[in-house]
């Protein structure tokens, strides 16, 4: 897989997006799709698939994610009632997070959501840590190139569609 990036460096790795364990759990993309490569997430995944309704789906995301095995990470900022302050950073004071929610919400058409924040969450640690980000949620993978990250699309159709910073390709999976 090819990431087109700001820099000659390639990325360190790939953060999942909580879409990503849903695909697994409904069969939709294979454990094996993410085979040999360096998987990331926080407890902000976790999170929300912990607070989905019903306790059989609720499980299955669970095993998800165990099965997926991703390394866990602290998340740059930490949010009040949202964050786990032990798996999160305390945050810089420039703004990049709070226009990351801004722009997100615009995006989505509504405010102050708890998802939302956990999105930005994990955006935000893997724009910081040099992560290509992997979601199904298109506004959460534009904010994430805005804001100067790589984000690519869900491989569900054998190819994936890439952005970085406002560029679009196309690439195997």
């Known amino acids: 897989m ?13 953060m999942l997006d909580t879409t990503e364990f849903n695909a697994v759990a409904k069969g939709q993309v294979a454990v094996s799709a993410y085979a040999g490569r360096r998987l990331f997430a926080t407890h902000a995944q976790l999170d929300e698939l912990e607070n989905t309704a019903g306790e ?18 602290p998340t740059e900022s930490a949010v009040w009632d949202v964050s786990k302050s032990d798996q999160a950073k305390w945050p810089a004071e420039n703004g990049i997070f709070e226009g990351m929610l801004a722009r997100l919400q615009e995006l989505d ?3 102050r959501q708890p998802n939302q924040f956990r999105d930005i969450l994990i ?4 724009i910081k840590n040099g992560l290509t980000l992997v979601s199904g949620d298109r506004n959460l993978r534009r904010v994430t190139t805005e804001f100067g990250g790589c984000a ?11 952005r970085a910073r406002g560029r679009v390709l196309l690439a195997g999976w």
């Open 2 to 14: 090819t990431v087109e990036r700001s820099s000659s460096q390639p990325a360190a790795g790939l």
């Open 56 to 73: 059989q789906l609720r499980a299955q995301l669970r095993a998800a994610f165990e099965e997926i095995a991703a390394e866990n990470l």
């Open 109 to 111: 058409g509504r405010t």
């Open 123 to 126: 955006a935000e640690t893997a």
């Open 152 to 162: 690519i699309e869900t491989p569900r159709s054998g190819s994936v569609k890439m």
